[in-house]
């Protein structure tokens, strides 16, 4: 009998690294894949199905929320935006670990719905050092940045209600916590109760 | 704030390999250390008090288990053996990692006075792997391997109720599931809280 994967939920602020950090991830670990969403909106150039998202009609995602086929969704500026079960539980199935991406909401469905995902909470250092770094991009003027601090005091709370936190100091450090935590989750009791009743048998 | 450290309890049968393990793990990680039993029964040769036991008299012995200060204890052919509470404990506060090897009746009596505690069981791949490395020791007559698999065969279904299950393929293989198994816990969202708090204080 096979162990399954595990299911990794991501949240963590604007600017708290995660997406970095992820990549680092899926560069070093061979068995684990990031979660592919489903949206409404139409591919941008350069897009693919089933690679950056299933891209869906708008009748097609509204069939699969009807008969439960979504982790989580939400809908942003008249589009739907989902994780759909199929695909991630034949990853976990085949004892692949999946990761998902998403925002402190959707991580709430997936825990509800899925108990077994374990909910990891991406943590700056403090909140000066998220500031420097939203402010060293360079890219947004200080209102949004400003903005997406106060978006960050909001989510950081939910960091209480997570499985792990990990405080992203250096890229290759929070990764290997990352890293920890998925082999850990191999030898977690549940996963190994088929190989506990295997040795039981002889 | 001091993160505390991770009070890992290590269980499994005589073969399993745990002893090795430990070695192989304490050698890697510099912030753990194996918890110093206590016991009555009189130093052997080159045992130094506070290093390989801690050696008390019967009344010390008597005395810290009616002030509740023994983690786990147990009395063998007329001597005690125990857990104290107070090093382990200063370790932990200290933010080291303590392991405490011992039987499966002394991890029931941690888990449950200290039920942050950590249980791991190491399983043999199998009961014939298992075999095979009593009587490869070469040290004991087939009776008292026999005696042995027996024992272990009552031993193994605890697994079930451990926090994690590593199997003993490979010692390295095991000691990097424990170490993974220790850095996660240090991710834990009850260890992290103190942090989370930090940084929404800014």
Chains 1, 2 share one sequence.
């Not at 949240?11 to 950090?21: C, F, L, Q, V």
């Not at 942003?76 to 991630?88: D, E, L, Q, S």
């Not at 060293?136 to 939910?158: K, M, S």
């Amino acid at each position: 009998m096979n162990k399954t994967g595990t299911l990794m939920v991501l949240i963590g602020p604007s600017g708290s690294g995660k997406g970095t950090i992820l990549r680092e991830l899926l560069q070093m670990e061979e068995n684990t894949f990031l979660s592919v969403s489903a949206t409404t909106r139409p591919p941008r150039p350069g897009e693919e199905h089933g690679k950056h998202y299933f891209f869906l009609s708008k009748e097609e995602f509204q069939a699969l929320i009807a008969e439960g086929g979504l982790f989580e969704y939400a809908c942003y500026v008249g589009n739907y935006y989902g994780t759909p079960k199929a695909p991630v539980e034949e990853r976990l199935a085949a004892g692949s670990n999946v990761i998902l991406e998403i925002e402190v909401q959707g991580a709430k469905q997936v825990k509800q719905m899925f108990p077994e995902a374990v909910t990891v909470f991406i943590l700056p250092p403090s909140l000066s050092e998220l500031k420097r770094r939203l402010v060293d991009r360079n890219t947004e003027d200080l209102e949004t940045v400003e903005r997406r601090l106060e978006t960050a005091l909001q989510e950081i709370p939910y960091a209480y209600e997570c499985d792990y936190v990990v405080v992203n100091r250096t890229i290759p450090a929070a990764a290997a916590e990352l890293r920890a935590i998925l082999l850990s989750q191999s030898c977690s009791q549940r996963a190994m109760r088929p190989v506990i009743e295997q040795v039981l048998q002889g």
